[in-house]
């Protein structure tokens, strides 16, 4: 079974570009979240989305990050523009739909983004 | 409010000894805990999980513990082996369906030859 997968691996940008991560999930994965992670720190979740529709986007700073996720499958996290504390690995996770007991979540490889 | 914390950034044991990795949470709506490792760039990977209805839950050589009064819990590894070093997380959620986890800074874990 393929993994999650994830592009571009690395980016470096300067401050107030724009950039945009792709996520693709493993296949049958109805829920998918992007996670934040600052160095130092543990992963924060941006967004959840169950299938094409937003679950929580509470954490997202809405003003710069987007997320969407087309026809339920593949997903992208755009920030426009980026500031320097954006600086972090970007990182997208899917979980099977719910049966019993926890589905855990699997995290692809990340990206991490530099802002210059 | 960092609802879920580990308090040790790093830990260095000698192969074959016990590996002991702390947890603590204070939101008492946590029911379910996880652990994943993660190893320098990938992505975490899931370990070992406990539902709050249980206090040990073992599998191979980790097991982890849950100590709800305290809301606390521990990860051992025994026999630590040096492909156990790597960074590791404790995540909470509320709800065994619910996804959203909350995660601890990690704990970096050295295994010494």
């Known amino acids: 079974e393929a993994g999650v997968a994830q592009s571009p691996r690395y980016k470096i940008i300067e401050k107030r570009q724009s950039v945009a991560f792709w996520c693709n999930p493993i296949s049958g994965h109805a829920t998918l979240y992007w996670y934040q992670q600052i160095l130092g720190q543990g992963p924060k979740l941006l967004i959840q989305f169950q299938n094409n529709g937003v679950v929580d986007d509470s954490q997202l700073p809405k003003d710069r990050f987007s997320a969407e996720r087309l026809k339920g499958v593949d997903s992208t996290l755009k920030i426009q523009p980026a500031k320097l504390e954006d600086s972090a690995v970007y990182l997208c996770?899917?979980?099977?739909?719910?049966?019993?007991?926890?589905?855990?979540?699997?995290f692809g490889p990340g990206t991490r983004l530099t802002v210059l | 409010d960092q609802q879920v914390k580990q308090n040790s950034p790093s830990l260095s044991v000698q192969e074959g000894r016990i590996s002991i990795l702390n947890c603590d949470y204070t939101?008492?709506?946590?029911?379910?805990f996880l652990w994943y490792k993660k190893y320098p760039a990938e992505g975490p990977t899931f370990l070992i999980s406990?539902?709050?209805?249980?206090d040990k839950n073992e599998d191979g050589r980790f097991t982890v513990f849950l100590n709800k009064s305290a809301k606390h819990l521990s990860l051992h590894i025994v026999p630590s082996q040096p492909g156990d070093s790597a960074v590791y997380f404790c995540?909470?959620?509320?709800?065994?369906?619910?996804?959203?986890?909350?995660f601890g800074q990690g704990t970096t874990l050295q295994v010494k030859p």
């Open positions: 939101n008492s709506m946590f029911d379910y």
């Open positions: 996770a899917t979980q099977a739909p719910y049966s019993s007991g926890y589905n855990e979540q699997f």
């Open positions: 406990i539902s709050s209805i249980k």
């Open positions: 995540a909470a959620s509320a709800g065994s369906n619910t996804g959203k986890l909350i």
